[in-house]
């Protein structure tokens, strides 16, 4: 079994905490947060054991008569792997305490940068991370990028890639942040990070990103352009993404009209928190004009990253191939798992 900590227990903390609880081969040992709140009595009624981030943390969830174990630093001498879910930027305040423990991390998009040995995307680079001290999972957009155009270039060629991103604004449970009446270019100089993030994992692309930020909190929607090596048909793009991992196709036709109905379809179909772990590329929006191929694709901010972390965590423990992982990964997550 693979011990397992999580390190802070929002958006994706507490997903990666529920998708670890779902695989055989894995034991969640614990997870930390700074203070007492819904989250952690929810976390309580699970099972899961709660950990305080510091002294001070501990302090305060003591007061308050809550359930706690200990600190961050007793939580990481029972784990093999952490998985670092702390809010972004943290990344450098944290890693020197992961390295005293002489645990294995796994941290997410936006902790910080030259955290890690590797940027990871599961099927686009597992073999780099294993048995790795420390990889960093690609940010939401990147992953999403990465599985599309990794899967187009493995069969028709990738020449080059732009892509236009429109980011949700915050997370749904995030009141405090905007805008509410804006588009907001992020950044207005070019590219954003999301280009030089891809080209870390897909290392020869010719890609250039820009973004801006919707007054939203449900997913983020890419017009991705990607020239083409070979000749190609729209049918030909359609049937590669098709087969490929981790992507589901949807059509305008039946009634996807915007990232709202991709949102029902997950409602609908039961997943838990509405996740849509795959990326989602329109089939009719695929098109092919003068060698390029045009499409649109929506990224759920929230959950596209789950099945990455815990791919991630089998790659840096060892001992599992690239097929084997993501296999047990999409079965656990109700994916349907289609070979790389
Ligand atoms: P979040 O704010 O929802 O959750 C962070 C949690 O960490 C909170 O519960 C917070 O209380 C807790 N925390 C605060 N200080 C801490 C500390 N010092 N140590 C440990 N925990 C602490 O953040 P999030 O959205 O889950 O983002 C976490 C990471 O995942 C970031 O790097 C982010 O860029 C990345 N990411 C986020 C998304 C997304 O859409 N939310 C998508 C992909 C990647």
Same mark, same amino acid.
């Given at each position: 079994m693979i011990r397992v900590g999580i390190n802070g227990f929002g958006t994706i903390g507490r997903r990666v905490a529920d998708a670890v609880k779902k695989q055989n081969d894995m034991e969640l040992a614990g997870v930390t947060k700074t203070r007492p709140d819904y989250k952690s009595m929810v976390a309580e009624r699970k099972g899961i054991p709660m950990y305080a981030v510091d002294m001070k943390s501990l302090e305060t969830f003591r007061a308050t008569g809550a359930n706690v174990k200990g600190t961050l630093n007793d939580l990481l001498q029972r784990v093999d792997v952490i998985v670092d879910a702390a809010p972004e930027g943290t990344g450098p305040l944290n890693k020197p305490i992961y390295q005293q423990a002489s645990v294995r991390v796994i941290y997410q998009?936006? &902790?910080? $940068?030259?955290? &890690?040995e590797a940027l990871f995307v599961a099927q686009c680079n597992f073999e780099e991370a294993v048995g790795k001290h420390s990889v960093q999972v690609a940010s939401c957009n990147t992953t999403g990028l990465c599985r599309t155009i990794d899967a187009i270039d493995k069969s028709v060629g990738v020449t080059k890639a732009r892509a236009v991103l429109a980011r949700r604004?915050? $997370? %749904?449970? $995030?009141?405090?942040?905007? %805008?509410? $009446?804006a588009v907001v270019?992020?950044? &207005?100089?070019? %590219?954003?990070h999301h280009g030089p993030d891809v080209k870390a994992v897909l290392k020869n692309l010719n890609i250039v990103t820009m973004a801006f930020k919707v007054p939203t909190t449900h997913m983020h929607l890419h017009s991705l352009i990607l020239g083409l090596k070979k000749q190609a048909t729209n049918e030909n793009i359609v049937s590669v993404l098709e087969r490929a991992p981790r992507i589901q196709l949807v059509d305008g036709k039946s009634g996807f009209k915007s990232t709202a109905a991709i949102m029902d379809l997950a409602r609908e179909m039961g997943r838990p928190r509405n996740d849509i772990y795959e990326a989602t590329v329109w089939r009719d929006s695929v098109s092919v004009v003068d060698g390029e191929a045009y499409l649109f694709m929506a990224v759920h901010q929230e959950s596209i990253v789950v099945p990455e972390n815990i791919d991630a965590i089998r790659a840096v423990y060892g001992g599992y191939s690239r097929e084997e992982s993501m296999k047990l990964t999409d079965a656990s997550l109700g994916i349907e798992h289609r070979q790389n």
């Amino acid at each position: 079994m693979i011990r397992v900590g999580i390190n802070g227990f929002g958006t994706i903390g507490r997903r990666v905490a529920d998708a670890v609880k779902k695989q055989n081969d894995m034991e969640l040992a614990g997870v930390t947060k700074t203070r007492p709140d819904y989250k952690s009595m929810v976390a309580e009624r699970k099972g899961i054991p709660m950990y305080a981030v510091d002294m001070k943390s501990l302090e305060t969830f003591r007061a308050t008569g809550a359930n706690v174990k200990g600190t961050l630093n007793d939580l990481l001498q029972r784990v093999d792997v952490i998985v670092d879910a702390a809010p972004e930027g943290t990344g450098p305040l944290n890693k020197p305490i992961y390295q005293q423990a002489s645990v294995r991390v796994i941290y997410q998009g936006g &902790a910080g $940068d030259n955290l &890690a040995e590797a940027l990871f995307v599961a099927q686009c680079n597992f073999e780099e991370a294993v048995g790795k001290h420390s990889v960093q999972v690609a940010s939401c957009n990147t992953t999403g990028l990465c599985r599309t155009i990794d899967a187009i270039d493995k069969s028709v060629g990738v020449t080059k890639a732009r892509a236009v991103l429109a980011r949700r604004a915050t $997370d %749904p449970d $995030d009141v405090k942040k905007g %805008p509410i $009446d804006a588009v907001v270019l992020d950044p &207005a100089t070019l %590219p954003s990070h999301h280009g030089p993030d891809v080209k870390a994992v897909l290392k020869n692309l010719n890609i250039v990103t820009m973004a801006f930020k919707v007054p939203t909190t449900h997913m983020h929607l890419h017009s991705l352009i990607l020239g083409l090596k070979k000749q190609a048909t729209n049918e030909n793009i359609v049937s590669v993404l098709e087969r490929a991992p981790r992507i589901q196709l949807v059509d305008g036709k039946s009634g996807f009209k915007s990232t709202a109905a991709i949102m029902d379809l997950a409602r609908e179909m039961g997943r838990p928190r509405n996740d849509i772990y795959e990326a989602t590329v329109w089939r009719d929006s695929v098109s092919v004009v003068d060698g390029e191929a045009y499409l649109f694709m929506a990224v759920h901010q929230e959950s596209i990253v789950v099945p990455e972390n815990i791919d991630a965590i089998r790659a840096v423990y060892g001992g599992y191939s690239r097929e084997e992982s993501m296999k047990l990964t999409d079965a656990s997550l109700g994916i349907e798992h289609r070979q790389n």
